[in-house]
């Protein structure tokens, strides 16, 4: 459970690095050229030295952001790529951590982790273009609004931690063969518990090779865990 997510971590963050640096420095030169500010060649005052410094300040800033966001949403898509991937194996952490902490045995039968598997490869993958979307409006209102940086940066760590969070806990709800529109009813109920998991998830993620190896599996059982101890006390 540990070794397979660096394998996969380390094959599709090197393809993905190198099939989308060219298109960064394209879409930084682009975005610079577009927003330049016009600067008449026979103008002579301090406004056109400020003109021309504005310019290459934007330059700068313009090409740091946009390979920020674009090396940021590989990295959001790598993630879930992982976690589409891994799903046979997390689905089995999370029904193994439930016999362990219930007693109630879950008989092993593959047609059913086949199930749980492609249910959460597609929770992954409808959670991965979600988290893009918002993510990809967060950062247009960032080139516009530079200022607003840091609070886009708290925005976009929050919005990953909904959805990996809600990634691991459906792993759960769909044992209790509960439908998507019931389990995301659920999730908003146990908010907290959802972006704590996923922010936990996403802070070790960020760890080398620990990270990998640990979070995805851990997160899943800690899923169970949660959702067994709620369950528990009502």
Same mark, same amino acid.
Request: hydrophobic share 60%; charged share 15%.
């Given at each position: ?15 993905? *690095?190198?099939?989308?640096?060219? #298109? ?9 050229? *577009?927003?330049? !500010? ?22 700068? %800033?313009?090409?740091? !952001?946009? =390979? ?10 790598? =993630? ?9 194996? #997390?689905?089995?952490? $999370? ?19 086949? =199930? ?18 918002? $993510? ?14 840091? !609070?886009?940066?708290? %925005? #976009?760590?929050?919005?990953?931690? /909904? ?7 459906? /792993?759960? *709800? ?27 998830? $996403? ?8 990270? !990998? ?22």
């Amino acid at each position: 459970m540990f070794g397979v997510p660096v394998l996969l971590w380390v094959a599709l963050a090197f393809g993905l *690095y190198h099939a989308m640096d060219a #298109l960064v420095d394209q879409v930084g030169l682009w975005a610079a050229g *577009y927003l330049e !500010i016009p600067v008449d060649a026979a103008e002579q005052s301090w406004w056109a030295d400020v003109k021309g410094w504005l310019n290459g300040a934007r330059e700068l %800033l313009m090409a740091l !952001i946009l =390979k920020l966001a674009i090396g940021y949403l590989l990295f959001v898509a790598n =993630k879930y790529i992982v976690l589409v991937l891994l799903s046979p194996l #997390l689905a089995y952490a $999370s029904e193994r951590a439930e016999e362990v902490l219930t007693g109630r045995e879950f008989p092993f039968s593959m047609g059913q982790l086949l =199930k749980d598997a492609l249910r959460g490869a597609l929770i992954a993958i409808r959670n991965g273009f979600a988290e893009l979307a918002v $993510s990809f409006l967060i950062w247009v209102l960032t080139l516009l609004v530079p200022l607003i940086s840091p !609070i886009s940066f708290v %925005l #976009l760590f929050a919005v990953s931690a /909904y959805f990996y969070g809600f990634s691991m806990f459906d /792993y759960v *709800y769909e044992r209790r063969r509960m439908r998507i529109r019931e389990t995301t009813r659920a999730m908003n109920q146990r908010l907290g518990a959802v972006l704590a998991n996923g922010a936990l998830f $996403s802070l070790l993620m960020k760890l080398p090779l620990i990270g !990998i190896m640990l979070a995805p599996a851990m997160a899943s059982v800690g899923a169970v865990i949660s959702t067994v101890e709620s369950e528990r006390d009502r």
